[in-house]
């Protein structure tokens, strides 16, 4: 018969009404992220970061700024470790390639800000509310050495036990 | 109220500045209605529809969304209106304000309670028909002025569809008119409700209706004409600022008077069933003209758009010959003089069956062919006629 399968049609989105909606209310509620996602607040571990500036050769956009001097001891002291996240496109290149693994990547994204200028994060704000994502760094195997820190943030983050250690 | 200032009036002043007066009143009263319920209308749809796609609609702006049509005004009023350069300037400016002027039009004469029309006059029906059908010419009017071809097809697409769609609107209205014998819309509403409301008597009637109307608005299925993914905006393409708020405003406004046109013949108009007149029956109307601004909403919601051919083989090849299969039945039924219990029965069971034989004669698509035969025959063609 013609247009009874529009009433059905219309039966359905009708108890369509009584269904709960599925809008996630964003500031109240917030996205359940997977743990490999990759975000914007990146997580700097300064006592491990030798200043070698291979994740600002790495990156594509040009976001890292980093400004060194050298100490008495030989190592380098620095001053200045800016990322741009307005630039940033989230291709995880500069936490890939640092040797000594001091930058990871959260899994914030609102970072949001009125300006340029706040987009920009400097070295005292890095890794201040870092989610650690476990894209780059997944937290079982094959780790380099002086894991403490990082795990301890990775716990703070996550609120999850220090996974196991890895058979060399 | 009325007979307040009537009674201040009549003994100091000649006539017709009672009337002035009076009308004055009226008009204020309606216009403020007609706005207030422009707003709801925009919430309602809003949310409405958001609840029919089961996510909810704006609920930021305001407590549950309650500004948000306020918001939108805003944002319409604030931006900048381009009037192209070469358009025909005095019919692009006064399109939109021809377009509003129709739909508010018809909230003059229906009865909003008893003894409470604006204009009450004997013809009604024809009064709703008429304006109705001047409401093409200031479609066309704007998309002609833009300038643009595809507006100026849009606006073709708009009267083509219009038209075509106001021959089953009207004629639909017969049978209606067939079972009341009177075109004066106070006397159909009492009518109903001594008899029964027509959407009982009069079921086919009240669904071509319905079709008809929802074609004429506009309104998705039948959007053809200004779907925002078609002909990007159809006729009211370069139309931006306070104008493109007159046709925002004109559309729903339209859509208003065409629900509250469906009250007053399909559904009683203020009437309400027998005890429940605690209520004021205007309160009755403006509750089943939301419900049925809900249905629209309803429709939007599910139904995918119609191409524009198959809008116009559905107007001329289907819903025209039921009409006039509806009217022939319905004076068939006044001539025995049956009354309004068999008129419902009969009614009702003669629409399904007719529907369902008119299908069988007039196939919109051309010739019904059974699958497997299609496949078989195309199958055993050679490749170089396979193009048949």
Known sequence: MYGLGIAKGMLVVLKHIFRKPITQQYPEEHVVLAPRFRGYDFAWVESRCTGCATCAKACPQGCIDIVTHPKEDGRYAIDKFDIDTGLCMICGLCVEVCPYDALFMGRGFDLSSYNRWDLVVHKDDIGNRPQLSAYFRPPFGGQSANREDVDGLYQASTGQPKPEEAKP | MQELILSMLVGRAPDWVVVFVTSLLGVVAIFTFVIFSNLAAVWIERRLLGRFQIRSGP?????EGLLQPLADALKVVGKEAIMPFAVDKWVYLAAPAAVFAPAILSFAVIPYAPGLTLLNIDVGILFLGAVGSVGVVPIFMAGWSSN?????????????????????LILSLIGILVLGATLHLETLVEYQIEHGWFLFLQPLAFIIFFIAGSAELNRTPTDIM???????????????????????????????????????????????????????????????????????????????????DQLMGFAWKFLIPLTLMNILITAIEVYVGLASI??????TVLAAVLVVLWTRVVSVRGVAVNRSEYVARMMSQPTGQAGR
């Open chain 2, 226 to 308: 200004e779907g925002e993914s078609e002909l990007t905006a159809g006729f009211h393409t370069e139309y931006s600022g306070f104008k493109f708020t007159l046709f925002y405003l004109a559309e729903y406004t339209h859509v208003l008077a065409f629900s509250a046109v469906i009250v007053t013949l399909f559904m009683g108009g203020w009437g309400s069933g027998p005890g429940l007149d605690l209520i004021p029956p205007a309160l009755w109307f403006a509750a089943k003209m939301y419900l049925i601004f809900c249905v629209f909403v309803w429709t939007r919601a599910t139904l995918p758009r119609m191409r524009i």
């Open chain 2, 148 to 168: 643009n071809k595809y507006s100026l097809l849009g606006a073709m697409r708009a009267i083509a569809v219009t038209v075509s769609y106001e021959i089953p």
């Open chain 2, 342 to 347: 068999p008129i419902f029965l009969i009614n």
């Open chain 2, 59 to 63: 609920n930021r702006t305001g407590p």
